[in-house]
């Protein structure tokens, strides 16, 4: 995505038009324009300089993003800059709010000319209060000194006129167009109010010239100017505080780094950090780059990223990222990424692009604001048009109609969804919970189905040691050394769990084992001093030790927990087991019981075997368990899911990828591949699974946010349009002054943006409050049948061994099975692969020859 500044903006009305003529550029597949951020970002192939040609031709300016003079017509030959490591691409520009100093000269300016206006025309006339004697009884001078004084006001903020009438000429009324016209009025009338003044007096005609008096509207046409000043400065300023969660993400950059040079330790600029270079960090220092930890240990703040507080152990080998605290120790590092390839630029890039970017509930009120500022200057009009010819004077039917010009706010509508995908974005950002895009920010929270893959999301992905049973006549510690001399040599996951069991216990570990042999499937044996050591699943081990009834029964159990018993025997005799199994993560069956409490069906997809996957899914305690689920096939799973509602997918490996892509929502775990948090829209930096219903509760909050802020907004105009016009005048006698009516314009923008930053004070991880939402789940099924062939069944126990291991499938409705037939005919309620039936009966020790 190209990302633009765009000027000149002034409301909703603004940004329709240029996203409208930049989405007719030839190349341009999607243009999305933000006000709150005065940014563009545009997708496709167009040249920059069409793109910037387009957005002159609309009446506003344009320049690439990190380019500089992004005014009407400057950057059109200007080439993109260099971004900055840290801010991955976003213009430093982003980092200052220029514009509420600007707008606060101007209102101090404009108050200085706009009291002594006021002691004019509402203090001496209404009020009687003392002015020089010159003035005081020569009316035609103070008519003449509220015109001048008016006049310096309205050249103080000719912004509104120049925008707004450059606006009208273009064909694409906005805000401006709005108070440029109301003051323009108010000022017109009054003028022709001051010449027939003139004239009255010159003919002596006293009480014309009292009634004139009457009939000046300066200090409102002044007074509309500076309201809206006003309420441009509370916007600007409220606005700055949205992006307060990217700027401070961008502060965070180091400036510098230390790096070796020809063993020497030299200061550089960030910029000058290449991949490969050796730099170190001492305590209190940032962390400048991204880098592997070469020697020394530490303990690291990475609250920065990932909103966790609690400092990070670090050791050789371990990974660290930019703008990370080293807390304790000296480091020396290898740079792995530097520039716009840091983490914490990417992260950047990130929460810009979802501020450039625009939800679909937006289209709403651009659709609105496409022909609100036409439609209020028609109504103006109307308003104008019927009070003359209901016998009102033209004064008092063009304060009505100057109300409705001043009083109608299409910035609020502009600001509703912005304002809030840009706090909820950073609310986000600062609790390691990362939006890609405004829409992904908008659609989480409207996921219905939950797939998790289990390996790495609901576990930790590391195997760990469970249970160490030894045998009768054998120890603990006997069984752990000599398993562990076997398993030194094997290269099998389930080897790390034993290995780093037995480095923690101090076991014997000089021991080495000779005539070492890996089989596949099976296990692993070799020679120990003059012994035959024998290791693996219990088809294996039967073949050369004993294994008791008591034994079997104990394996079994620890198979029902999802645990992997691992049998061992010396010289034929057995020595016991060793459970290994992956565990789940701590905070995943609360994560899981969050989901369900928010209405959502959750879903764990593994490959391993439907007893472990059972026993895996009982204890995070989901919904539904899909197992046998080979690599390949997580993105047919998910597409069938789909059919059944809004499905997010969880995921952190490569073979995740397809699944989260195919996937209403892909949301990543931030400890996996690159690939996966590349295919996902939403990547949780903490690599917790508690933070998806965070993800999902703030994405529920800020829809709230947008539905609260549209709703004012919208509010806002149809009862303040009515007002305006005078509708009520006839029944309740209710009038708007126009200076009313432009205050009330000034702080609607304002609301709308304070109401968004209530987001900030949002508690992501407060699930007392969730809403468990009625979720329209189809619950359809579908019914096939299969044919399994099957070798080796002999009798009635047969039979129900394999029916019970069938059935227990959750696909399989039904089994009939026949030893004399040497059939199983299995009931389907869902698509299950061949191979997970094959393996259900093969567990039992059955050979299946064919499925049909």
């Not at 390949?632 to 073979?655: F, P, Q, T, W, Y």
């Amino acid at each position: 995505m190209e990302q633009y500044n765009v000027t000149g903006m002034s409301c909703a009305a603004c940004s329709a038009r240029v996203e409208k003529a930049v989405s007719k550029v030839p190349g341009v597949t999607s243009c999305s324009v933000s006000l709150l951020t005065n940014s563009m970002g545009v997708e496709g192939t167009a040249d920059e300089a069409a793109v910037i040609a387009a957005v002159e031709a609309a009446g506003y300016g344009a320049s690439v993003k990190g380019a500089r003079g992004a005014g009407a017509g400057a950057g059109a030959g200007s080439s993109r800059a260099a971004a900055g490591s840290a801010a991955a691409g976003a213009d430093d520009d982003f980092l200052k709010d220029t514009e509420t100093p600007k707008i606060r000269r101007r209102l101090i300016a404009s108050l200085c000319f706009l009291v002594p206006l006021m002691y004019l025309s509402m203090g001496h006339m209404m009020w009687n209060w003392p002015l020089p004697e010159a003035l005081a009884e020569n009316y035609v001078a103070i008519g003449i000194a509220q015109l001048l004084l008016t006049g310096i006001v309205m050249v103080i903020n000719q912004k509104f006129s120049i925008s707004g009438f450059k606006g009208l000429i273009h064909g694409a009324p906005n805000m401006d167009t709005l108070v440029a016209l109301g003051s323009a009025a108010s000022f017109g009338y009054s003028l022709y109010a001051l010449f027939a003044m003139t004239a009255a007096q010159m003919n002596g005609d006293m009480a014309g010239v009292m009634s004139y008096m009457h009939e000046f509207y300066f200090e409102s046409a002044a007074m509309i100017l500076t309201l809206i000043t006003v309420g441009k400065m509370l916007e600007a300023h409220s606005k700055g505080k949205t992006t307060d969660a990217l700027k401070g993400l961008m502060k965070l950059a180091p400036k510098t780094a230390v790096i070796v040079r020809d063993g020497e330790e030299v200061e550089v600029s960030i910029d000058q950090v290449r991949k490969g270079d050796i730099f170190v960090v001492r305590p209190g220092e940032n962390i400048p780059v991204d880098g592997i930890v070469l020697d020394g240990s530490s303990a690291v703040n990475e609250s920065a990223l990932t909103g966790e507080s609690i400092p990070v152990d670090k050791k050789p080998g371990d990974a660290v990222s930019a703008a990370t605290l080293n807390h304790s120790g000296f480091i020396r590092c290898e740079a792995t990424r530097v520039g716009e390839d840091t983490t914490l630029s990417q992260i950047i890039q990130m929460v810009s692009d979802a501020a450039a970017t625009k939800a679909p509930i937006a289209k709403i009120a651009d659709r609105v604001s496409g022909v609100f500022v036409p439609a209020v200057i028609a109504i103006a009009v109307v308003t104008l048009i019927v009070w003359l010819v209901a016998g009102q004077t033209i004064g008092f039917a063009l304060a009505r109609a100057i109300s409705v010009l001043v009083i109608s706010c299409p910035c609020a509508l502009g600001l509703a969804t912005p304002v809030a995908i840009m706090v909820g974005n950073g609310m986000g950002a600062r609790n390691g919970i990362m939006f890609k895009t405004a829409v992904s920010l908008e659609e989480t929270g409207k996921m219905q189905i939950v797939a998790l893959d289990k390996t790495g999301t609901i576990t930790s992905g590391e195997p760990k040691t469970t249970d160490i049973l030894p045998a009768e006549e054998t120890s603990e510690e006997e069984l752990l050394t000599l398993a562990y001399a076997l398993e030194k040599k094997s290269e099998h996951p389930l080897a790390n769990a034993i290995l780093e069991t037995g480095r923690e216990r101090g076991v014997q570990s000089d021991l080495e084992v000779t005539d070492f042999q890996a089989v596949p499937g099976g296990g692993l044996t070799g020679e120990l001093d003059g012994s035959r050591l024998t290791g693996g699943n219990l088809k294996y081990i039967s073949q050369t030790a004993e294994v008791t009834d008591a034994v079997r029964r104990q394996a079994e159990e620890l198979a029902e927990e999802g645990k992997t018993p691992l049998f061992f025997a010396k010289d034929g005799k057995l020595l016991g087991i060793i459970a290994v199994a992956d565990v789940i993560k701590e905070d995943s069956p609360q994560a899981v019981r969050e989901l369900q409490n928010m209405g959502i069906h959750v879903v764990m997809l593994t490959g391993d075997n439907e007893r472990t996957a059972r026993a895996i899914g009982k204890q995070a305690g989901v919904d539904e368990v899909i197992a046998g689920v080979l690599p390949e096939g997580k993105e047919s799973v998910i597409r069938a899911l789909k059919e059944k509602g809004k499905v997010a997918m969880v995921g952190d490996g490569i073979n995740d990828a397809p699944a989260l892509t195919r996937a209403d929502m892909g949301i990543a775990i931030g400890a996996g591949t690159d690939i996966a948090i590349d295919a996902a829209d939403v990547v949780l930096m903490k690599s917790r699974l508690s933070d998806v219903p965070a993800a999902i509760r703030l994405s529920r909050a800020t829809l709230r946010n947008i539905h609260e802020n549209l709703f004012w907004a919208f509010f806002y105009n149809v009862i303040g349009i009515p007002l305006a016009a005078g509708v009520w005048i006839p029944i309740f006698g209710w009038q708007l002054n126009p200076m009313f009516g432009a205050a009330a314009m000034s702080l609607s923008s304002f609301c709308v943006v304070t109401n968004a930053l209530r987001l900030n004070w949002f508690k992501v991880h407060d699930a007392s409050k969730d809403k468990k939402i009625k979720q329209n789940v189809k619950k359809e099924k579908t019914t096939m049948e299969k044919t399994i062939t099957i070798e080796g069944m002999m009798c009635g126990h047969c039979e129900a061994a394999v029916k019970k291991a069938l059935e227990e499938l959750p696909q399989v409705s039904g089994a009939v099975v026949s030893h004399e037939k040497g059939t199983a005919v299995v009931t389907l309620n869902a698509e299950v692969a061949d191979d997970v039936l094959k393996k259900a009966v093969e567990d039992k020790d059955y050979k299946v020859t064919g499925i049909q």
